[in-house]
C-alpha cells in the first residue's frame, strides 16, 4: 500500500520560509518521480515542482528562484523549501508519485498560509 504523507505546513509572514517533507512508504522510491502540486481556493490544481530519480528537476514559473525541491533516497522524502513566500503562495500543497509504469499517487496535503 502506497502512503504520501506530507508535514511542515503552516502560517507564515509575507517573505517567510518553510519547507515541507513528504515521506513515502510502499514504492521503490529511488525510481519514482516526485512532486509537489498545490491548489488554491477556487483554482485548478497546479505543478509546483518536480524532481525525476535522477535529481533532475522543473518548476513553475511562479516559483522559479525562491523554492527548492531535493529528494533523500535514503529517508525516502522529498522536500520543497520556499522562501520569499508571497500571499498569492497560499495553497494546501500536495505530494505526488509517479512510478516507471505511470501509476500516480497523491499525499493527503498539507496547507500553507502566507498572510500578515
Known amino acids: 500500500q502506497v502512503q504520501l504523507v506530507e508535514s511542515g505546513g503552516g502560517l507564515v509572514q509575507p517573505g517567510g520560509s518553510l519547507r515541507l517533507s513528504c515521506v513515502a512508504s510502499g514504492i521503490i522510491f529511488r525510481l519514482v518521480d516526485m512532486g509537489w502540486y498545490r491548489q488554491a481556493p477556487g483554482k485548478q490544481r497546479e505543478l509546483v515542482a518536480r524532481?525525476?530519480?535522477?535529481?533532475?528537476?522543473n518548476y513553475a514559473d511562479s516559483v522559479k528562484g525562491r523554492f527548492t525541491i531535493s529528494r533523500d533516497n535514503a529517508k525516502n522524502t522529498v522536500y520543497l523549501q520556499m522562501n520569499s513566500l508571497k500571499p498569492e503562495d497560499t495553497a494546501v500543497y500536495f505530494c505526488?508519485?509517479?512510478?516507471?509504469?505511470?501509476?500516480?499517487?497523491w499525499g493527503q496535503g498539507t496547507q500553507v498560509t502566507v498572510s500578515s
Open positions: 524532481i525525476g530519480p535522477g535529481s533532475s528537476t
Open positions: 505526488n508519485a509517479e512510478t516507471p509504469t505511470s501509476r500516480v499517487y
